[in-house]
C-alpha cells in the first residue's frame, strides 16, 4: 500500500510565474514516480516521470524535484501559461505489486 | 499508436441496468489498470491485470463489479445492477513500463 498527500489543492499563478505543486508518500518505493496532467473531460495525461535514485528530472518547462530522505517530491512548471491550466496529479508506486497511488490532484489556474 | 481506447465515452442508464465499459490497450502493453473517478474519492483502483490476469481486484467495491480480459487487446468492466452511487467517470489505462501508465479518455457513467 502507499498513501500520497498532494498540495495545494487549487493554485492561481500569473502567467509567466513559477507554479510548485508538493507531494508526500509514506512507504520507500524504487519505481517511478509520474505525474499527470489532467483537462476538463479528458484523461490524465502523462506529464513527466522519476526514479528515486535521481534528484531532478526536467522537460521543457517542467521539472521534478525528488527528496527521498524526506520522501518528497514536487512539480515546478517555469513561465507559466495560461494552456497550463488543467488538475495535476502526482502518484506514487505501491511497495510491491505493479500499481499506482494517485494524490487528490491540484487545480492550477494560470491568469493571463 | 492509437493510445487506450475505451468506450463508449457517454453512458446513461437507470437503476438496475446492466452497464458494460469496455477498453482496448495500447498493443503490446502487458498490463491493464481500470479506475474510477469522483469529486469526493479522487482516483481509485479498482482492479489490474498483468498478461491478461487479474492481479488485484481488492478496490471493486462490491460484487456488483466484474472485470475481465479475455485477450490483450480487450477487456470490460461490468456493473450489474447498476445504481446511481455508480455513477463517476471510469477509466481504463496500460502499462508496459512499471508505473508508467497510459490512461483512455475515460468513460462517464450516469446512472438514474
Known amino acids: 500500500q502507499q498513501q500520497v498527500k498532494q498540495s495545494p489543492q487549487s493554485l492561481i499563478v500569473q502567467k509567466g510565474g513559477i507554479s510548485i505543486i508538493n507531494c508526500a508518500y509514506e512507504n520507500t518505493a524504487f519505481d517511478y514516480f509520474p505525474w499527470y496532467q489532467q483537462f476538463p473531460g479528458k484523461g490524465p495525461a502523462l506529464l513527466i516521470a522519476?526514479?528515486?535514485?535521481?534528484s531532478e528530472k526536467k522537460e521543457g518547462r517542467f521539472t521534478i524535484s525528488f527528496n527521498k530522505s524526506a520522501k518528497q517530491f514536487s512539480l515546478h512548471i517555469m513561465d507559466s501559461q495560461p494552456g497550463d491550466s488543467a488538475t495535476y496529479f502526482c502518484?506514487?508506486?505501491?511497495?510491491?505489486?505493479?500499481?499506482?497511488?494517485f494524490g487528490t490532484g491540484t487545480r492550477l489556474t494560470v491568469i493571463p | 499508436d492509437a493510445g487506450v481506447i475505451q468506450s463508449p465515452r457517454h453512458e446513461v442508464t437507470e437503476m438496475g441496468q446492466e452497464v458494460t465499459l469496455r477498453c482496448k490497450p495500447i498493443?503490446?502493453?502487458?498490463?491493464l489498470f481500470w479506475y474510477r473517478q469522483t469529486m469526493m474519492r479522487g482516483l481509485e483502483l479498482l482492479i489490474y491485470?498483468?498478461?491478461?490476469?487479474?492481479?488485484?481486484d481488492s478496490g471493486m467495491p462490491e460484487d456488483r463489479f466484474s472485470a475481465k480480459m479475455p485477450n490483450a487487446s480487450f477487456s470490460t468492466l461490468k456493473i450489474q445492477p447498476s445504481e446511481p452511487r455508480d455513477s463517476a467517470v471510469y477509466f481504463c489505462?496500460?502499462?508496459?513500463?512499471?508505473?508508467?501508465?497510459?490512461f483512455g479518455a475515460g468513460t462517464r457513467l450516469s446512472v438514474l
Open positions: 522519476i526514479r528515486p535514485d535521481v
Open positions: 498493443s503490446g502493453h502487458n498490463s
Open positions: 491485470f498483468n498478461n491478461n490476469v487479474p492481479i488485484d
Open positions: 489505462a496500460s502499462s508496459l513500463t512499471r508505473n508508467i501508465q497510459y
Open positions: 502518484a506514487a508506486p505501491g511497495t510491491g505489486a505493479n500499481n499506482l497511488f
